[in-house]
């Protein structure tokens, strides 16, 4: 369409794309064309380092990882924010600085509240 | 400097993230619980004040970049949203310890909520609208299943999480569309791409027109997209239930009348012809099934999306004099309902839910003042002067005829009489039926202050509905 915006900044993400879908599908693609195909019992098993299987792969597990899977969330994004942050804190200055801080800042109290609640206790 | 202005023109929302910021510390420190509602009431008040103070000194303009405008339209709406939110704090006092429910949190996220509505209604760019709307968002599903023991207040909280996530992907989908077209995000820039670039026509514009409609549509529960709204207007802890049809409404429209009007101003032809059957829908469907209702708040929510159907006329109309019309409505609108579930809550307690319309048979008999109020709440829904309502349907219903959709006008006046039986239908179940049984009101004083400002602000806009209506024009033009 004529006059249509073109994000072409974001040409080589596209083509990271593309390329990682190759890298990773190519071998998969190539092993499953060369291949001998000889299956038998053993060989299906899932793969316990060597040993027999026992029992089923699920199972019921305490609800409680929730929490830590939520908490584990929270707190990594805050890693992934700090990193850049990092690398650039001398473009942002001061300004980055105090709204990094706050930031950090809401998080603790947040961190607080968990505590406080028995989120971090196990029993 | 600009930094430090965009935090000045920020700060009530900084102040009411920091209110609940600390109400959430607070609520480990303090035994008493309504301290927990004083405090967030100052907080509130002092934020409101800053705005106030903010307003008064003149300062005005668009800040972070050109991402949050600090205009009298976003004033207009933050006014309606602590409105909403110190009438729900105060109705919920008594409710939060009848149903023990949480404070801390409950408060926090009822403030967390009113901050991403007030982002809504500021924000001059998709992406802050879009954060804004799902901090709205996140915050009353969490509100819709605070009653985490109660099997109807988690089904209403994950039916409203599995719809508001579908909606957001609509408005995503939407913003995608505009920023593959123009580049920008920001409102401003997309409107003079769209006519620099002649795209007004292109039918890509109009899909993300539809898809943007579609999103604003499910937030105000207009009809195609309302199914949610009973399920969950039901389900929810009764003052969650006032706040959602409140708040997150006319934060909604908010969103909806910044974006047609500043981004799709060109289309408005276009865009009144998509609405137009989609308000007279949202009316006939909220009048005819509420018709049919025997627990009053399923009632209310039925009554809550025709109300968006009438509200919804003034952006059909598509004349910024239409806009201020639907301005006054929503203002009038929140005021009267918060009302009508303050004294649905006062019937609540220990045990009984008080949801049924047999709870209150006879109702006056024993408690005459309530019924009084609920008599004026149930007028002012069904558009009686000298009430609120009137007027708020009466500007509409002129804006309509100037702009000459009078048979869309004939539609909604012929539903608004339908809508006077299932609310007199209230009224004739207090005043003329004996009482069944013992009938006691969990009243308290903060449920008082609160009922007693909403009937008075009932009548005074009845009586002088100039006072708002200038109001709402001068935050809309000024």
């Known amino acids: 369409m004529p006059g249509t915006f073109i994000p072409s900044n974001y040409l080589p993400i596209i083509i990271i794309c593309i390329f990682a879908t190759i890298i990773g599908l190519s071998p998969l693609l190539i092993g499953s064309l060369l291949r001998p195909r000889r299956s038998y019992r053993q060989k299906l098993l899932p793969y316990e380092s060597g040993n027999e299987p026992i029992g089923e792969p699920r199972y019921k597990f305490s609800v409680k990882f929730y929490i830590v899977a939520m908490l584990f969330v929270v707190f990594d994004v805050e890693a992934v924010f700090l990193y850049p942050w990092a690398v650039a804190y001398d473009k942002l200055g001061i300004f980055g600085f105090v709204e990094m801080m706050m930031f950090i800042f809401i998080l603790l109290i947040g961190y607080i509240y968990a505590w406080e609640k028995g989120a971090l206790d196990w029993e | ?478």
Do not use: C
């Not at chain 2, 926090?108 to 924000?123: D, K, P, Q």
């Not at chain 2, 409609?213 to 389900?235: C, N, Q, R, S």
């Not at chain 2, 429209?253 to 981004?263: H, I, N, P, S, T």
């Not at chain 2, 829908?281 to 009438?310: C, D, W």
């Open chain 2, 1 to 478: 400097m600009s930094h430090l202005r965009s935090m000045i023109l920020i700060s009530p929302e900084l102040l009411l993230v920091l209110t609940a910021l600390s109400l959430l510390l607070l609520d480990f420190l303090v035994r008493r619980k309504g301290t927990l509602a004083v405090a967030g009431a100052a907080g509130i008040f002092i934020s409101a004040y800053v705005n106030y103070r903010l307003i008064k000194v003149g300062m005005t303009g668009g800040t972070i970049q050109g991402m949050f405008a600090f205009d009298g339209y976003a004033n207009f709406f933050k006014l309606i949203f602590y409105t909403t939110l110190l009438l729900t704090i105060l109705l919920s006092v008594k409710y939060l310890a009848i149903e023990k429910i949480s404070a801390g949190e409950y408060y926090s996220l009822l403030i967390f909520s009113t901050v991403g509505m007030m982002i809504m209604a500021a924000a001059t760019d998709l992406l802050m609208l879009y954060l804004g709307l799902e901090l709205m968002a996140l915050s009353t599903y969490i509100l819709a299943g605070i009653v985490r023991g109660d099997r109807r207040s988690n089904e209403a909280a994950l039916k409203y999480f599995f719809l508001g996530a579908f909606s957001s992907a609509f408005l995503l989908y939407g913003i995608t569309l505009v920023y593959g077209l123009t580049g920008s995000t920001n409102l401003r820039e997309i409107a003079s791409a769209l006519h620099s670039l002649k795209l007004a026509e292109s039918p890509i514009t109009m899909l993300s027109l539809i898809f943007f409609i579609t999103a604003f549509g499910f937030k105000i529960a207009l009809a195609p997209f309302h199914m949610w709204a009973p399920d969950v207007y039901e389900g929810a802890p009764t003052p969650v239930t006032a706040f959602m049809s409140a708040g997150p409404k006319a934060a909604g429209f908010a969103v909806m009348g910044r974006v047609l009007f500043d981004v799709f101003g060109g289309l408005q032809m276009q865009w009144s012809i998509i609405l137009e059957p989609l308000a007279i829908l949202t009316i006939a469907v909220g009048s005819i099934i509420a018709l049919s209702q025997t627990n009053i708040k399923r009632m209310l929510a039925y009554s809550s999306i025709a109300h968006a159907g009438y509200a919804l006329i003034g952006i059909v109309i598509g004349t910024p004099e239409g806009f201020v019309s639907t301005m006054n409505y929503l203002m009038i609108y929140m005021i009267m309902n918060m009302g009508a579930f303050g004294v649905v809550i006062m019937l609540k307690r220990e045990g009984f839910s008080g949801e049924n319309l047999e709870d209150y048979a006879g109702l006056a008999k024993r408690h005459p003042v309530a019924s009084a109020l609920m008599l004026v709440f149930m007028f002012s829904l069904t558009g009686i002067p000298p009430t609120a309502g009137f007027i708020g349907k009466f500007y509409i219903f002129m804006e309509a005829v100037y702009a000459g959709h009078i048979y869309l006008v004939i539609i909604a006046a012929l539903f608004s009489a339908v809508s006077a039986f299932f609310y007199l239908r209230v009224v004739m179940y207090m005043y003329m039926k004996e009482p069944a049984g013992d009938i006691s009101l969990s009243t308290s004083k903060t449920a008082g202050i609160a009922l007693a400002f909403a009937v008075i602000m009932v009548l005074v806009i009845g009586v002088f509905p100039s006072l708002l209506l200038n109001f709402a024009r001068n935050s809309f033009f000024g």
